[in-house]
């Protein structure tokens, strides 16, 4: 099917869901081709604060980097820069090449469904386990700020500052980037050099290495 029909035809699905289930239901379409920009349509985007013309998602850079052929990933749970819990769905439409190209989302609040749930909870339940969030996702309102909230979270998994570590420690946090889709975009070298305080040059070094490694095995 061409792209440009697919595009105006999931327009039209994309605020037909949003009437469907109001204002605390965000709806997107993502063109994949144009990470830098993938937002094409967006109907209740005050729900995560985006807009046409945004980003695409760290969730859609690991998507993009993965081979999985898994196009449909189905009520997993997020959570807002101001701590709201949606409940999302991504779906993946992908070219006669079978390369993913655009990708519908569905992001539903849910915070107060989940409070009120939780009072009742609180309230007549003895005994309650604790489920931790798990963010799958981080919803940023550009390309810039997912960079930033990735290159801190690999930063972060290290657990050292960045004057202590070695090495292995810096080829760890570009593997762990390299795996994420980070790399894919334009200009992300040389923002993790800024971080890191690195040069460009070694970046790129040590992305051939590991890039190596896959090879060999």
Known sequence: MNKDYLVDSLKRVVEGIARTFGSRCEVVLHDLTRPERSIVSIANGHVTGRSVGGSITDLGLKSLKSESKDDELINYRTVTKDGRTLKSSTMTFRNIDGDPELALCINFD????????????????????????????????????????????????????????????????????EEQGFFLIKGAVKVLAGKLNMSKFTIYNYLDGIKGESNVK
């Open 110 to 177: 849910v915070t107060d469904i989940l409070n009120f749930n939780s009072a009742i909870q609180d309230t007549f339940a003895i005994a309650e386990a604790n489920d931790p969030v798990n963010t799958a996702e981080t919803f940023e309102k550009d390309l810039p700020s997912t960079l930033e909230k990735m290159v801190g979270d690999a930063i972060g998994g290290i657990g050292k500052a960045i004057p202590s570590m070695v090495k292995e420690d810096r080829v760890e946090i570009v593997r762990r980037l």
